[in-house]
């Protein structure tokens, strides 16, 4: 074991940053010896000083602004745990990057937003740029796509990428509790996001899809192209639907490459087969799937939010630093970005789930859009008002594989009708 100790500076501590503090103290003999050397927390900054969080500081050196960790003589590696894609968060990142400070960072927006210009900025200043915490927190999602399938020709990536909205979905099926109670409960739990509309309407998980999309694919993708979709509009009504046609319901993402390397990516809620493993996938886990050419398909499943397997990740990243086994941060050569195909384009079965008038001729009417765009019913459902509801009922279909345009162009024709009183839920279903 090498005498002198790595010096990590941290900037952020909140649920991440205080979870690594603690994981450093509980299992510091373990994780020197695969480090080779003693691992040692020097420097710290975040918001407010004087908050009780659970941990000893004393005798670290606080900066009140996190960017002076890029710049203190006796910090080897910077831990961006702040968050955000901009503001402090990128400043720091960037600063310590062109001073050829290495950086673990467990920040996804940044990465999705920035990486390909940070990856530069790694490459030309001789520094390291880690970040396995930023998708499926506990889970080795980027060892697994940059270093275990680094032979292979990926054809897919994706899964269920945030734990809040899992953990939503999940309560809301089991106790049939409502959203904001939920995830107030996610919040609490350390899950959630500073700003937590960045989970429930799918800009988190789509930011780790198109991190896991650059690694798998060799370039990254152009994160303004991917379609994203929320979980706010899912209702108790589609949890019974969902229950009855032998679905549940998942945030899923999936980056596909086309025959032709086209891409198609997106994010959003999914029925899945009661059956299909991803279905078990419950509560604050995620699951990453893969489906190599060579080594087919492939489903890794973990926690994806919380301290401790957050934590994990972030100091598996300052491990491989320590051993000398930091990688291009994409894998590979700079390339240029990718666009997304467009929505359009997609193409499935599709559950649509509509509020509607409770006479007769509804049924004909929504037929007749369905006809018109030459989309053909499996199944359809009626349901009883929910209770509280003021007027209405909810009524599901599902569809036949048909292309996603005609569905859009169902919605267009559906807006037109007075029997359908509020705005349609459309659902993909994937066979995963
Ligand atoms: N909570 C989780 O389960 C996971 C979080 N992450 C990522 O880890 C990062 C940190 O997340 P959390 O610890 O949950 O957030 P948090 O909100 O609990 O903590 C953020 C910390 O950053 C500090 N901070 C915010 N703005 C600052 C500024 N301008 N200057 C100095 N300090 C500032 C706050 O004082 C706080 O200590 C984010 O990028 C998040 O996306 C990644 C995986 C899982
Ligand atoms: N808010 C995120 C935290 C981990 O990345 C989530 O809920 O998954
Ligand atoms: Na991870």
């Not at 798998?216 to 192209?225: E, K």
């Given at each position: 074991?090498?005498?002198k100790?790595l010096r990590?500076?941290i900037?952020?501590?909140?649920t ?8 450093l ?7 020197a010896a ?17 908050r ?6 004393s005798?670290l050196?606080?900066h ?15 831990l961006?745990l ?7 968060a990128?400043?720091l ?13 467990a ?5 999705a ?6 990856a530069?900025m790694a490459?030309?200043n ?22 275990g399938l ?9 899964g ?10 999940t ?6 509790r ?25 800009w988190d998980?789509?930011h780790?899809?198109a991190?896991?999309?650059?690694l ?10 991917l379609?994203v979709e ?9 949890q019974a639907f969902a ?11 999936t ?5 032709d390397d086209?891409?198609?990516?997106w ?14 996938v ?8 893969t ?7 492939m ?11 957050t ?13 000398g ?8 050569a ?5 666009s ?14 509509l ?12 037929a007749a ?8 019913l499996?199944?359809m ?24 345009s ?8 559906l807006?037109?009708?007075d029997?359908?009183l509020a ?9 995963v």
């Open positions: 074991m090498s005498g100790p990590l500076g900037a952020g501590l909140g991440v940053g205080v979870g690594v503090i603690k994981l103290h509980e299992n510091a003999q373990a994780i695969r480090a080779g050397r003693s691992i040692e927390v020097v420097s710290v900054s975040a918001r407010s000083r004087n009780d969080r659970g941990v000893d500081l005798g050196t606080w009140d602004d996190p960017r002076a960790l890029a710049e203190d003589p006796n910090v080897d590696v910077v961006e702040i968050g955000g894609a901009e503001g402090a990128r400043e990142v960037e600063a310590a990057l062109l001073r050829g400070r290495d950086v673990v960072t920040n996804k927006a940044l990465l937003l920035h990486g390909a210009r940070l530069d490459r030309e001789g520094a390291s740029l880690l970040f396995e915490a930023s998708v499926a927190g506990g889970i080795p999602a980027i060892k697994l796509v940059r270093e680094a032979a292979d020709r990926l054809l897919r990536v994706g269920i990428l945030n734990g809040t909205c899992n953990y939503i979905l309560a809301m099926r089991e106790s049939g409502g959203f904001d109670e939920i995830l107030a409960e996610a919040q609490a739990l350390g899950y959630a996001e500073a700003d937590p509309s960045t989970d429930v309407d799918g998980a789509a780790k899809l991190i896991l999309a650059g798998a694919f060799g370039r990254p993708v152009a994160f303004n192209t379609h929320g979980i706010r509009s899912i209702a108790a009504c589609d229950q009855e046609f032998g679905y549940r319901i998942k945030l899923l993402g980056a596909r490459r086309g025959e086209a891409i198609e990516a994010m959003r809620p999914c029925m899945v087969a009661q059956t299909a493993p991803i279905a078990a419950d509560g604050v886990f995620n699951a990453v799937i489906e190599g050419a060579f080594s087919g398909p489903l890794i499943e973990g926690r994806g939010a919380g301290a401790g397997p934590a994990s990740a972030v100091v598996a990243d300052v491990i491989d630093l320590s051993r086994t930091a990688l291009p941060v994409w894998g590979t700079p390339r240029p970005e990718i997304c195909q467009p929505r359009a384009s997609l193409s499935g079965e599709y559950y649509l789930r509020l509607v008038q409770d006479r007769s001729g509804v049924v004909a009417e929504i859009a369905l006809r018109d765009a030459g989309v053909s499996r199944a459902s009626q349901h009883a008002a929910e209770v509280g509801t003021q007027s209405g009922v909810p009524l599901a279909v599902i569809t036949h594989a048909t292309q996603e005609a569905m859009l162009s169902v919605l267009t024709a807006e037109k009708l029997s359908v705005e349609p839920v459309l659902m993909k279903i994937e066979t």
